[in-house]
């Protein structure tokens, strides 16, 4: 979840009251966002909503995530600091899925989990076995949003490599935000 959920701040007051939306939203609503605050209408391509307004009668759309692998050299690192990783947990991808309070991660392994995040919110209690018709909902909306673009091809992807340099500009940059240390 350290990967999904994070704060998004917008302060823009002709378009925002002040306040806070708990829900969670998705950054590909950020761009209608900025398009609507600007009066400019969105082509056809853009499927996704402005930001919500959190008010009475508003409806959270479905936020779904995924992690396509994992990155090798992270998880490498992990389990020389900490052997007891079982590593074949994190060899998959998933595919999350957060609606009305529940969220659902689909493994490529097979694996579901279920939790109650209102209740969970560290994600602790797999409700899967209990709730199986909101499992097969919330499947379902992960269905229809993969079926909605063309999958990335892992298999036959490039081998692409950084550019020179660009690992410790990033690294300059991340010390400059304060999110590495000195």
Do not use: C
Request: hydrophobic share 40%.
């Amino acid at each position: 979840d350290t990967l999904v959920r994070v704060p998004l701040v917008v302060r823009y007051p002709r378009r925002f009251a002040p306040g806070r939306v708990n829900e969670p939203v998705s950054l590909l609503d950020l761009f209608p966002t900025i398009l609507d605050a600007a009066g400019l209408p969105a082509s056809g391509e853009v499927t996704a909503s402005p930001l919500p307004a959190a008010g009475p009668g508003h409806k959270p759309e479905p936020v779904v995530s995924e992690m396509v692998a994992p990155v090798l050299a992270a998880l490498n690192r992990a389990m020389k600091i900490h052997p007891e990783i079982e590593r074949e947990r994190w060899e998959r991808s998933m595919r999350s899925v957060e609606h009305e309070g529940f969220k659902l991660i689909a493994a490529s392994d097979g694996s579901r989990a279920l939790y109650d995040i209102r209740r969970d919110p560290g994600e602790l209690f797999d409700l899967s076995s209990d709730y199986q018709k909101r499992v097969e909902g919330l499947e379902a909306i992960l269905g229809a949003w993969y079926a909605s673009f063309e999958p990335y091809d892992l298999e036959n992807a490039p081998d692409e490599q950084p550019e020179e340099g660009f690992v410790g500009r990033m690294l300059d940059q991340l010390k400059g935000l304060g999110y590495v240390g000195q």
